[in-house]
């Protein structure tokens, strides 16, 4: 009897880690996704208002999912400082990102979003204790270099020079607050769904995000922007927001905190895709190769075994 539970608790564990593979393989997509998106609408809407209404929205239909459809019930969560922390974390991230494409092109800021998975294998440690091997580092390392080499553009010179754009630098400040958002995750957990846990980080985001932009939500003439702008808000909230929350959560309890965020691996060959599905065309074949080493990263990384350490291991529901 007991070798039968630990046969089938085994299989339950590997089908859920491969659960959590493909919600991260989703997530890169539909990360990618708001990259193109994101900077159709940057000359119609300020940053700060497009990410309000865009969480506000988000976090009604994660309401709506969690203690609706899921029929979990509804209560205010134990030491709510700690959505308050991951939804300030995630304010920063997301309205530096759409800073960011105001003044830099998609691929640009979603390479240095590629960064994500070396910076959080170092507050992962710092924080839950996971240690990443040896194998990992390089495939971070790798991955990482494509992404320096996306963000200089190709060009040596520029990489000599240290020549960043504003855009990048800006964005940087973000990818460094979800580096820690995301160990958080594991550290904080107490046990609740996924998809309460999603609402609380939700709502605290878009508290933290209007409370921080009043004065550009009043003068926002809602009454007569574009209709593409409430489109792009409409898939905002839907993907990139309510269920990228939903799949990181997922993701974060089942495997190590480097191996859920590199799946940002992929998004600048998505980004690449869909900018040529827009008709913004194609990139040099540098950038290009560039992206290719970044996915060479990640492939490197799912070859290996999951690592679990520390407190991170006692996080699973």
């Not at 009043?218 to 792009?232: G, S």
């Not at 990384?301 to 291991?313: E, I, S």
Request: charged share 10%; aromatic share 12%; net charge positive.
């Amino acid at each position: 009897m007991t070798v039968t539970m630990g046969a089938t608790a085994h299989a339950a564990a590997v089908r859920d880690r491969w659960l959590a593979h493909l919600a991260m393989l989703a997530f890169a997509a539909l990360i990618a996704g708001s990259f193109t998106t994101g900077a159709m609408v940057t000359a119609d809407i300020h940053p700060v208002p497009l990410n309000a209404v865009r969480f506000l929205l988000a976090a009604v239909i994660m309401g709506g999912v969690a203690f609706g459809v899921a029929r979990n019930r509804f209560a205010f969560p134990a030491a709510p400082w700690r959505f308050g922390l991951m939804g300030a974390l995630m304010a920063v991230y997301f309205v530096t990102m759409f800073i960011a494409l105001t003044i830099t092109q998609p691929i640009a800021t979603s390479a240095v979003f590629t960064l994500l998975p070396l910076m959080t294998a170092a507050t992962a440690f710092v924080l839950v204790g996971q240690r990443s091997g040896p194998v990992v580092l390089l495939s971070l390392v790798v991955a990482a270099l494509g992404a320096i080499w996306v963000i200089f553009r190709g060009d040596v010179q520029a990489l000599l020079r240290f020549d960043v754009g504003q855009g990048e630098l800006v964005y940087l400040v973000g990818c460094i607050a979800y580096a820690i958002y995301t160990p958080l995750l594991r550290r904080f957990s107490r046990g609740q769904p996924s998809l309460v846990q999603s609402f609380w980080t939700l709502a605290a985001s878009a508290i933290w995000i209007a409370l921080s932009g009043i004065p550009d939500i009043l003068a926002t003439d809602w009454l007569h922007l574009p209709p593409i702008v409430w489109w792009v808000v409409l898939y905002l909230a839907v993907g990139p927001t309510a269920m990228c929350f939903f799949l990181i959560q997922f993701a974060s309890l089942r495997l190590p905190a480097p191996k859920v965020i590199a799946y940002g691996y992929l998004t600048p060959a998505f980004v690449i895709l869909f900018e040529a599905i827009a008709g913004h065309g194609w990139p040099t074949l540098t950038i290009v190769a560039g992206a290719g080493v970044t996915v060479l990263g990640l492939v490197i990384l799912a070859m290996t075994k999951d690592q679990q350490a520390g407190p991170a291991a006692s996080a699973h529901p």
